[in-house]
């Protein structure tokens, strides 16, 4: 089975913690994503990367850095984690020209 | 402003009642309208992608349709195991090809 794999389910972290999200795909895809999402306001882009190295800025990226220094590996950094970063965090994937997104199973994140 | 808006919030159906989920897009240039389903601590699975209006497409209980202005996810005669959140998504207009969401509609059928 094909699939995206995110290193956590439950995180509990706390305030100005710095805290690391990885995500790895298996299926050679070219496009990786960042999701956070809240009730009632649906999923939120946070960064996305079209290739290794590189990185473009979603809706919210402030408070968020991401790397990719691997095709298949995608890790999305809160430099000081703070409460309003209390969310799900959804990694996803594609393939170039195929607008179809594979996700991960999300990381609950709580800060404290 | 690219804006996906869903409705209802939540929609609570006896088994075998069909019914259908609306999904209002504002968005120039739609690369493409997008529906997935998503269960309880899960992340969202693929279900459809519809390109322009009057494309239809199917797949067990459900049929997702597509006007100018909307996309209907119709369910008929709906199971228990039919209970998820639906998310409708689109891609085009200033986002380019990145992908905007709506905040879904949560399903839930009763035996």
């Known amino acids: 089975d094909v699939k995206v794999t995110q290193s956590s389910r439950y995180l509990v972290k706390r305030t100005g913690e710095k805290v690391f999200l990885e995500c790895v795909q298996d299926?050679?895809?070219?496009?990786m994503f960042w999701y956070r999402q809240d009730p009632g306001l649906g999923l939120r882009l946070i960064y996305f990367s079209y290739d290794v190295k590189m990185k473009e800025k979603g809706d919210i990226p402030e408070g968020y850095s991401v790397s990719r220094e691997k095709k298949e590996r995608f890790s999305l950094i809160l430099e000081s984690a703070s409460t309003n970063q209390t969310s799900m965090y959804l990694c996803a994937s594609s393939r170039q020209g195929n607008e179809k997104l594979l996700f991960g199973s999300g990381t609950q994140l709580s800060v404290l | 402003e690219d804006q996906v808006t869903q409705s209802p919030e939540a929609l609570r159906l006896q088994e075998g009642e069909s019914s259908s989920l609306n999904c209002s897009y504002t968005v120039s240039g739609l690369r493409g309208l997008f529906w997935y389903r998503q269960d309880p601590g899960k992340g969202p699975e693929f279900l459809f992608t519809?390109?322009?209006a009057g494309e239809e497409k199917e797949k067990e209980r459900l049929k997702a349709t597509l006007t100018k202005k909307e996309s209907f996810l119709h369910i008929t005669a709906p199971k228990p195991e039919d209970s998820a959140t639906y998310l409708c998504a689109v891609r085009g207009g200033t986002g380019g090809f990145k992908t905007i969401f709506g905040a879904g509609t949560r399903l839930f059928v009763k035996a």
């Open positions: 299926m050679d895809h070219e496009n």
């Open positions: 519809l390109y322009s």
